[in-house]
């Protein structure tokens, strides 16, 4: 059974940047079969797509977000990372992490998500 | 983002079917596959459609998906209390280059 897990502080200072990594297991990040994503939600607020990345290294961006957006990926430790800079408190939101299907394009696991507080 | 427009609540009591309408346009459900995820509450989105009517093998099939031109439905039937929820549409749109989610709407069993 697959599983991701989002990890990273809870708060973050505006202007600064916000880091996040999703770890993987039960399954290898490594796979051609898959895209890696991160998704957020702004509390009570529906879902916005952040981006993407496969294992090869290239990566797909919201092009709202592009200009403060990296997400890279660690294959020796299974992992994918978000960075946002630039914050401000309308990056408030939970942040997910999910396994993306290379062929039909659909989201099918999940991470539990993570609320990133922007505020100082 | 939302450039899929969902109605914002639908209800109906144990049993009925419920019917979740989603709008979109030509770049993105009028030539991408539609999916759909449930979300309940404090809970991460879970898959529930995908490539328009597919069900993931954990999905009972009281939930069904369906898309015409530029616009896609979910249907549940034999609505049940664990069915409360919050639900979205989403697809890839080709003008924006990128992946759209609907606006979400809450079902709520009377």
């Known amino acids: 059974q697959v599983q991701l897990q989002e990890s990273g502080p809870g708060l973050v200072k505006p202007s600064q940047t916000l880091s996040l990594t999703c770890t993987v297991s039960?399954?290898?990040?490594?796979?051609?079969?898959?895209?890696w994503s991160w998704i957020r939600q702004p509390p009570g607020k529906g879902l916005e797509w952040i981006g993407y990345?496969?294992?090869?290294?290239?990566?797909y961006y919201n092009p709202s977000l592009k200009s403060r957006l990296t997400i890279s990926l660690d294959t020796s430790k299974n992992q994918f990372s978000l960075k946002l800079s630039s914050v401000t408190a309308a990056d408030t939101a939970v942040y997910y992490c999910a396994r993306d299907d290379f062929y039909e394009r659909f989201l099918d696991y999940w991470g539990q998500g993570t609320l990133v507080t922007v505020s100082s | 983002q939302s450039v899929l427009t969902q109605p914002p609540s639908a209800s109906g009591t144990p049993g009925q079917r419920v019917t979740i309408s989603c709008s979109g346009s030509?770049?993105?459900?009028?030539?991408?596959?539609v999916n759909w995820y449930q979300q309940l509450p404090g809970t991460a989105p879970k898959l529930l459609i995908y490539?328009?009517?597919q069900r993931p093998s954990w999905v009972p099939d009281r939930f069904s998906g369906s898309r015409s031109g530029t616009s896609a439905s979910l249907a549940i039937s034999g609505l049940q209390s664990e069915d409360e929820a919050d639900y979205y549409c989403a697809a890839w749109d080709d003008s924006l280059d990128g992946y759209v989610f609907g606006t979400g709407t809450k079902v709520t069993v009377l």
């Open positions: 039960g399954g290898s990040i490594s796979s051609g079969d898959y895209y």
């Open positions: 490539s328009n009517n």
């Open positions: 030509s770049s993105n459900i009028g030539s991408n596959t």
């Open positions: 990345i496969y294992y090869s290294g290239s990566t």
